[in-house]
């Protein structure tokens, strides 16, 4: 309503210039206010439509997300009944994994050729997840399969979350590449 009011004492401010002009000035002022508002009047039902089905969209994400909340305690009961029906000695600790993956990095062959990095860790309820890097420089491709092979047989908690190869360059070592290979493990603590 206040709308409305404001537009009419608008329209009271601008008629006395409205007035002193002539009739076809008149005409052409009046036509080309009304296509304005015809151009305005003939996207407010698309912009409502966009505006209802946003709020449709929102209120349908809404319940999505008030499903699990719903079920919050179930949901928390399962997960403390999985952990404790988890077994720790395949969850090994952090310097256990390494030293795992230097006795695989051997064993295939890539011992002096292998750099593993400090692992970050982060840790929720019982969980503690590490984040190891493993790097080769110079090695055969097939010897990295082969140790990614063993660690996943032998580690089954741990596993590869991104493998990188790159070409060293040409030379006499072209069938070689480096590799950087980042592990998570999983430890569990109870």
Do not use: C
């Not at 079920?71 to 077994?87: K, M, P, T």
């Not at 399969?145 to 908690?157: D, H, K, M, N, Y």
């Amino acid at each position: 309503m206040k709308a409305v009011a404001r537009l009419i004492d608008l329209l009271e401010q601008y008629r006395p210039l409205f007035l002193a002009r002539n009739r076809r000035e008149k005409i052409l002022l009046a036509a080309f206010i009304a296509v304005i508002v015809l151009i305005w009047a003939g996207s407010l039902p698309s912009r409502l439509g966009d505006r209802l089905r946003e709020v449709r969209q929102m209120s349908e994400a809404n319940a999505r997300q008030e499903l699990p909340l719903g079920q919050r305690d179930r949901i928390e009961a399962d997960y403390q009944a999985a952990l404790e029906s988890l077994n720790p000695e395949l969850f090994p600790p952090r310097p256990q994994v390494v030293a795992q993956l230097e006795v695989h990095a051997s064993q295939a062959g890539l011992s002096p050729k292998t750099k593993i990095d400090p692992s970050t860790s982060s840790r929720s309820d019982r969980l503690t997840f590490h984040t190891v890097n493993v790097s080769f420089d110079r090695v055969p491709y097939t010897k990295i399969a082969e140790f990614q092979r063993a660690v996943a047989a032998a580690l089954p908690s741990v596993n590869l979350k991104t493998i990188i190869l790159t070409a060293p360059g040409r030379g006499p070592g072209a069938a070689e590449v480096n590799a950087r290979l980042t592990y998570e493990a999983i430890e569990y603590t109870h």
